[in-house]
């Protein structure tokens, strides 16, 4: 700027800063219209992309990130995880375990929270006990009302165990999981229909048919046929499939290590399979949705 006067520099640079300010807000309006352009003419929710990593088929270029069929076969859900409705579980269970009881306690109530929320459940203490001949229950008063849940500190599987007792407290309290052969009483269709799927599917299975007839098979055997007969009651099918749902559908590491050992057991089949307990995993998640449980 040789030769220039004081003034003239001055006002050259007062010159130069409005057109940086003016370039500035006109560059700022042009992205936002481009910006409300992009949001009109793309709806990322009509055009779902196959996760990135999904190998490439060669045959129709699905995967590998590009775009996916909306509603058509292999079009991805969303993210893939249950999106819980209500009140999360755990604000009504009332924890003093404490040690590694109570860090099972809460590993299963998270992972219940995780996949479902609940309506109108009342406190309830979750407490250790120390019992080695159940390593886990729910105690009642007579009229079948919830008063304690208990988890042993000899429990070999202890979050997999409080997530069967929770899956007692649900129904007790809340959802009243009806008998097979009362589900006809129920008088909303969709519920009446999501337990008639639930309960078909259930009996169904391998592992259920496997339990019929070994109880036939148990007729000079009154003490094993027992434990049959009460693996067989309404409750007990309802808590074991709803321990292994939350299990299967929640992204905790250790209930699905606990749940595989437990499919591991020999001796009479308690657990399903991944592959024969599928369908009982979808109809728990129509009851779910129907009670406002979950999306």
């Known amino acids: 700027m040789a030769g220039l006067t004081p003034l003239e520099i001055e006002a050259r640079r007062v010159a130069s800063e409005d057109l940086d300010r003016i370039f500035a807000g006109m560059l700022r309006r042009a992205l936002l219209i481009m910006g ?12 779902p992309r196959y996760p990135e990593g999904t190998a490439v088929d060669p045959e129709t270029g699905a995967g590998g990130g590009r775009f996916a069929p909306k509603g058509g076969e ?7 995880k249950p999106r819980p409705q209500g009140t999360p579980v755990s604000a009504a269970a009332n924890v003093t375990a404490t040690g590694a009881v109570g860090k099972a306690i809460r590993e299963a109530l998270g992972a219940v929270d995780e996949v479902h929320g609940a309506t ?10 120390q019992d080695t001949h159940s390593h886990g ?27 069967h007792e929770i899956g007692h407290w649900l129904d007790f309290a809340a959802l009243n999981v009806p008998f097979e052969h009362n589900v006809g009483e129920i008088r909303d269709k969709s519920l009446r229909d999501a337990y008639k799927e639930f ?72 657990q399903w399979s991944d592959e024969d307990f599928a369908p009982v995993a979808a109809a728990i998640d129509k009851i779910f949705k129907v009670m406002g449980w979950m999306e």
Do not use: M
């Open 120 to 129: 109108d459940l009342k406190q309830l203490p979750l407490e250790e006990s």
């Open 199 to 270: 309960w078909s599917a259930l009996e169904g299975t391998k592992s259920y048919q496997s339990l019929i007839q070994t109880l036939r098979s148990l007729a000079d055997t009154p003490h094993e046929a027992g434990y049959v007969r009460y693996l067989l009651r309404r409750e007990e099918k309802w808590a074991r499939a709803y321990s292994q749902y939350v299990a299967t559908r929640s992204s905790s590491t250790v209930l699905k290590a606990e749940l595989a050992r437990e499919q591991g057991l020999n001796g009479y089949p308690q």
């Open 36 to 47: 409300e352009r992009a949001e009109k003419s793309f709806d990322a929710d009509a055009h």
């Open 74 to 80: 292999g079009s991805p859900d969303r993210d893939g």
């Open 137 to 163: 229950s729910l105690e009642k008063t007579a009229e079948g009302k919830p008063i304690r849940l208990v988890v042993s500190d000899k429990a070999e599987t202890p979050a997999f165990t409080a997530l």
